[in-house]
Nanobody, 113 residues
């Protein structure tokens, strides 16, 4: 059974930092493209960052967020710096390999003073 478990969310002030983690089990982690998505209230889910053959970021987080992975620990990370109120959302971990597509349950990030 596949599990993706996110952690590291919380309340942070504007300009602050958070590091999200996603621990995967039940998959051959190194073979999967891993990504972080987010969904803000009233908005569609969007891709924030992904790492597989290449690393990609949505324009709004370039220079502020960094995705990384540790295949030995079956974990993907999202380092988020210079956080803004508009970064407030539920952040979801995603694992993708061909037609296989798995999601975590999400972790809430709230950026507010």
């Amino acid at each position: 059974q596949v599990h993706l478990v996110e952690s590291g969310g919380g309340l942070v002030q504007p300009g602050g930092s958070l590091r999200l983690s996603c621990a995967a089990s039940g998959i051959r982690f190194s073979m999967y493209a891993m990504g972080w998505y987010r969904q803000a209230p009233g908005k569609q889910r969007e891709l924030v960052a992904s790492t597989g053959g290449s690393t990609k970021y949505v324009d709004s987080v370039k220079g502020r967020f960094t995705i990384s992975r540790d295949n030995a620990k079956n974990t993907v990370y999202l380092q988020m710096n210079s956080l803004r109120p508009e970064d407030t959302a539920v952040y979801y971990c995603n694992a993708k390999l061909g037609v296989l597509d798995y999601w975590g349950k999400g972790t809430l990030v709230t950026v507010s003073s």
